[in-house]
């Protein structure tokens, strides 16, 4: 047996495990445990300890509720107890301090309210027999980490991702990193973070380069928005929407309020909710302080991150994910498509490039995952047109075989294929017992270049030249498609 890996960092020495190709090390605390005093503020320094920690196991979750039926049969977002919630997880494959290997960072989804980097379809092994330093990191979630509070910094989420990569720029080199070659990723809230942080003037000299998998910098809050949102919640506790009174909440109490909150955000009157409700989450990244003081879209547009690599895209069918466990896709009306686009903003007759899909639920699907994942990515990479750093573009088509066949390339499908996970029996509620592992090949391995690298092994995305690369298409490994949809491209371009 490997003698158990035990790496120095500033706080003191971590006891890991060797497992296959990687040594791992679970449950790092980046940051103080952010309760007490603590708990609405910047995060702090971690506190050192004597001896050898034990790194083994994940170590706590953020405050959360598990997911809800129906969604409990398709994610694994396990629950550990504890205070130490923010942590990060590294795999490598040896902690060697001269090895200098890239690293990636994950941040994980969930709607900013939910996710962990304890998922076991996020472990890092493949990464790290790629050799790839592998990280990923919890923050907090909702209120306690995006809620818009008088009394509180905001996004405070946001400002854990940024200490996690503090401590990566640290330490990681004890563990066989480069802190100069540093990717961050992350899919949905996880993508939106990193794509906000690309165009943070905080996260300048953090990462080089950035992976974003269904989620972009274009769905934040606005302060007045997110104001409405700590309103309702003080007045549903009854206490002030203040992080002192919230603060004397019982934690189950608040968060059962938190979650029926978001619920109706998301699932009920989404007009009531005005720009919170279309986006369908009741926690987002506000745009209020240093960390946010702008819209991201905004920002990459006037050149914010150009330097960085952009690796962004969307899976084709996202908002099936949503639609088909809920049962609503086989009982849309032709009727709805229309009605659904003008709530977006297009007008009817641009709305007709959605009439020729097979059916209405997936006309009215395709107008929100426009709307949400694909526009907003595409418009990333155009923002950066004429920036010196590439980005490239892709859209993953391999239709998941779950819930009855009708599940299709929605969101979050690709996540095992890009860390090669595919054999982690918790992720087959989103991808089934049997998905190619060939393409989980293809993807991981352009992953896997792009960290290294830089190119993940296509041309990058150009305004003249609208390449997308296609994973698990029709036409096989390697398929680019230059411009697809660009009718309906031009529908949002009208738009602006």
């Known amino acids: 047996m490997s003698e158990a890996p035990v790496v120095v960092i500033s706080s003191g020495a971590v006891r890991g495990v060797r497992e296959g190709d990687a040594d791992v090390f679970r449950g790092i605390p980046y940051a103080a445990a952010p309760v007490g005093p603590l708990r609405f503020a910047e995060p702090a320094p971690a506190p050192a300890w004597e001896g050898e920690r034990d790194a083994t196991a994940y170590g ?20 550990v107890p504890g205070d130490d919630v923010l942590n990060l997880n590294v795999w490598t494959p040896r902690a060697d301090p001269d090895a200098r290997l ?3 960072v994950w941040i994980h989804g969930g709607a900013f309210r939910g996710g962990t980097g304890a998922v076991e379809s996020y472990k890092g092994d493949a990464f790290a027999r790629d050799g790839v330093v592998c990280v990923t990191i919890n923050y907090r979630l909702g209120m306690d980490g995006f809620g818009h509070l008088p009394d509180a910094p905001d996004n405070r989420g946001l400002l854990d991702q940024l200490a996690a990569l503090e401590w990566v720029r640290r330490e990681i080199a004890a563990f066989g990193g480069d802190p100069e070659r540093v ?23 953090l990462f080089r380069g950035v992976i974003a998998e269904s989620g972009a910098g274009q769905h934040v809050q606005t302060p007045e928005s997110a104001t409405r949102v700590a ?27 938190q979650g029926a909150l978001s619920l109706e955000v998301s699932s009920s009157d989404r007009a009531a909710w005005g720009a919170v409700g279309l986006d369908g989450m009741a926690f987002e990244p506000v745009v209020a ?13 006037q050149g914010a991150g150009a330097d960085v690599s952009l690796l962004i895209g969307c ?18 009306t032709a009727e709805a498509i229309p009605a659904t686009a003008a709530v977006y903003g297009v007008p009817a007759e641009a709305a007709a490039a959605y009439a020729d899909e097979a059916t209405p639920g997936q006309g009215v699907e395709q107008v929100i995952t426009d709307w949400f994942f694909r526009v907003p990515a595409l418009r990333a990479a155009e923002a950066r047109a004429d920036g010196p750093a590439p980005t490239y573009v892709y859209e993953f088509r391999w239709r998941s075989p779950v819930q009855g066949g009708d599940f299709g ?18 992720g087959w509620g ?23 690298d830089g190119n993940p092994g296509w041309a990058p995305y150009a305004p003249d030249d609208r390449q997308v690369r296609i994973f698990g298409g029709a036409d096989g490994a390697g398929a680019v498609e230059v411009d697809p949809r660009g009718e309906r491209r031009q529908v949002w371009d009208g738009l602006r």
């Open 183 to 205: 990717t961050i990723a992350g899919e949905s809230a996880g993508a939106m973070s990193a794509v906000t942080l690309l165009a943070a003037e905080r996260g300048r000299g």
């Open 289 to 301: 302080g240093d960390v946010v003081p702008r819209r991201p879209i905004e920002a990459l547009q």
């Open 60 to 79: 706590p979750t953020p405050a959360k509720l598990p997911p809800v039926p129906p969604f409990d049969q398709i994610l694994s977002d396990p629950i």
């Open 102 to 104: 890239p690293v990636l």
């Open 430 to 452: 989103l991808v089934g017992p049997d998905a190619p592992q060939a393409l989980a090949d293809e993807m991981h391995a352009a992953w896997v270049a792009f960290v290294r």
């Open 231 to 257: 309103a309702e919640l003080g007045r549903r506790l009854g206490v002030e929407p203040t992080a002192a009174a919230f603060a004397t909440v019982p934690l189950g109490e608040f968060l059962a309020a």
């Open 409 to 426: 390339a929605a969101h979050a499908v690709e996540i095992g294929f890009a860390f090669d996970t595919l054999a982690v029996e918790s």
């Open 315 to 332: 899976n084709e069918e996202e908002y099936r994910f949503w639609l088909v466990p809920m049962g609503i896709l086989p009982h849309v």
